[in-house]
């Protein structure tokens, strides 16, 4: 019992984490969009690859809980 509530602790910093991160991606993403439409697949692709591997270090971390 006494190792559930740090656990549950982390995992909620975790999944914290990476809404702020892919947040913080997609708000630059469409920043990026508004300066240069021309660039917009570009930018969606890496995007959306960032974002991935973001979740992926995130269900990483909470596996590793």
Do not use: C, H, Y
């Not at 995992?11 to 469409?30: H, W």
């Not at 890496?46 to 979740?55: D, G, P, R």
Request: net charge negative.
């Amino acid at each position: 019992m006494e190792t559930t509530i740090p656990l549950i602790i982390g995992g909620g910093l975790v999944v914290i984490g990476v809404g702020i991160g892919i947040g913080l991606i997609g708000k630059g993403a469409m920043e990026a969009i508004g300066r240069q439409p021309d660039a917009s697949g570009k930018i969606q692709v890496a995007a959306l690859i960032l974002a991935a591997l973001v979740e992926g270090i995130g269900f990483a971390a909470l596996f590793a809980l």
